[in-house]
């Protein structure tokens, strides 16, 4: 079954940097195109970042572009989100999935900013 299994979150001071992974299962990965996606509390789950499945053209919320940069590696069926300049506002529960249509979810990893 299509699963994906999401790690590197945690506590991060305002101006830091982390790098979130995301293993795929279950499905023809290098097919088909991924993002990464971010929950914060009271708020509804939104886009942060997206790749295509080949040539890896991304596109970037307003409120992450220049800041996060979203990557792939298709013989790993592995798509990262590298994360610097980081702010307040950016702690949520970051989920990946496919794109446009994220059918299944994983866990999240867990990314809080503060000091």
Known sequence: QVQFVESGGGLVQPGGSLRLSC?????AFSNVPMAWYRQAPGTERELAARITSV???TNYADSVKGRFTISRDNAKNTVYLQMNSLKPEDTAVYYCSTWPKPDYWGQGT???VSS
Do not use: E
């Not at 293993?23 to 499905?27: E, R």
């Open 23 to 27: 293993a795929a299962s279950g499905f």
């Open 55 to 57: 040539g890896g053209r």
């Open 110 to 112: 867990q990314v809080t």
